[in-house]
């Protein structure tokens, strides 16, 4: 599954890194800074209601 957010640099996937493993697993997430809607691929098997919240608490939600 893919999403739009704001992740736009390796200091801001660095910001998310810790919870984001803690939420999907250490591998199981992407995020391409260098397209510009900044997609987040990541496996289906996730609420993504949370992944939103955790998105939405660094100010990275799109």
Do not use: H, R, Y
């Amino acid at each position: 599954m893919t999403i739009d957010t704001k992740v736009n640099c390796g200091s801001c996937v660095a910001k998310i890194q810790e919870d984001m493993n803690q939420l999907l697993g250490k591998g199981n997430w992407k995020v391409d800074t260098t397209l510009p809607n900044k997609p987040l691929t990541f496996s289906d098997k996730i609420d993504v209601e949370e992944l939103w919240d955790l998105l939405e608490e660094f100010n990275m939600k799109a």
